[in-house]
């Protein structure tokens, strides 16, 4: 089987026990919860079988053991994941508000996750791998932006492929090399998988369909567009699919994305078919926001197969 690598933040987060609760006055928190975008994706492709490593940072703390133990015991390859003595392990602190959006408060490019580099144990794991999957929000500092370079050129010149989750804000544009660095990787990328409006970053396009077949157009052979409750539509050049989501009770969003990425990129990369595929992934991210905390409901391939087996889909 395919082996997917990624690399990027490891951290915790820690909640707010209530809806509208503020960070501004002391109150009830749950957690620590692991958590860090690709440390969500690589356990959730582990989960469902597929060889699957990470690069990351840690500090030699309970946070940073807390993510490894979490990886290790879902059959992850953490072999690349180094303890730093002295960092602390990045925290997200996150409130609810009563609109349904997130405030966050974060410790990333300060903590252990900084100082994520090219070592002997991460040039090994790349020399194993086929498939390298970039996070647009894992592209904090030059550091992580080389090490992604290096993983997109070392699976290329395997005959490897690239997928990109852009997941990224406007304002992270104009940090420096952010520009070059997505430009480089849309260019390495075979499967695309925005969430609705970020396609738009990308595409001159203002419709969907215009704007993914911008996407293809440049090379890519698959567009994926996340769409939260309502699903995922896909294009490539035999047209396009929609597969609606799951129906289920929405307890925290945070990882869906991540969780339905893993899930699709694991049955493209095993030559499944899209409708599959898709379906797969949108029972992961159902599932995924079931719970509390990004992994909670990660789920393995016999957990998801079961939960589609008797869960009804919404409109698509
Ligand atoms: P995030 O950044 O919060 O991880 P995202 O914006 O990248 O998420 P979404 O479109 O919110 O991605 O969610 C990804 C997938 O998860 C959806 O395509 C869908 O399959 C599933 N999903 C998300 N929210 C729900 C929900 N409320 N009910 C059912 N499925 C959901």
Not at 20 to 32: D, E, I, M, N, T
Not at 42 to 65: E, M, N, S, Y
């Amino acid at each position: 089987m395919k082996k997917l690598v990624c690399a990027g933040e490891i951290l915790v987060e820690i909640m707010a026990e209530r809806i509208g609760q503020s960070f501004r006055a002391p109150g009830p928190l749950v957690g620590p919860f692991p958590s860090g975008a690709p440390a969500i994706f690589i356990d959730q492709a582990a989960r469902l079988g597929q060889p699957a490593g990470l690069i990351a940072a840690v500090g030699d703390d309970d946070f940073g053991h807390l993510n490894i133990e979490r990886l290790r015991a879902d059959g992850a390859d953490i072999s690349a994941i180094t303890v730093h003595q002295g960092a602390a392990t990045g925290t997200a602190f996150i409130t609810y508000e009563t609109d349904g959006s997130r405030h966050f408060v974060y410790n990333i490019k300060q903590s252990a996750a900084g100082l994520i580099e090219m070592g002997a144990e991460a040039r090994a794991l790349l020399a194993g791998a086929d498939h390298f999957h970039v996070m647009g929000t894992s592209l904090f500092s030059p550091e992580v932006i080389e090490v992604a370079r290096n993983g997109i050129e070392a699976v290329k010149r395997r005959g490897g492929t690239v997928s990109f989750d852009p997941n990224i804000r406007k304002e992270m544009l104009d940090l420096p090399g952010m520009r070059d660095a997505l430009h480089f990787v849309l260019s390495k990328t075979d499967v695309f998988l925005p969430s609705g409006p970020e396609l738009f970053t990308f595409a001159e396009a203002t419709d969907e369909e215009g704007a993914a077949r911008e996407m293809l157009d440049r090379g890519i052979s698959t567009v994926v567009v996340k769409k939260g409750a309502q699903g995922a539509v896909h294009y490539d050049r035999s047209g396009r699919i929609a597969s609606p989501g799951f129906v289920v009770d929405e307890i925290d969003p945070t990882g869906a994305g991540d969780c339905f990425a893993a899930a699709f990129v694991s049955f493209w990369l095993r030559g499944e078919g899209p409708k599959r595929a898709l379906e797969i992934a949108n029972g992961c991210g159902a599932l995924a926001v079931t719970k509390k905390g990004p992994m909670e409901g990660i789920a393995s391939l016999a957990e998801v197969e079961a939960f589609i087996a008797t869960s009804r889909t919404g409109a698509p």
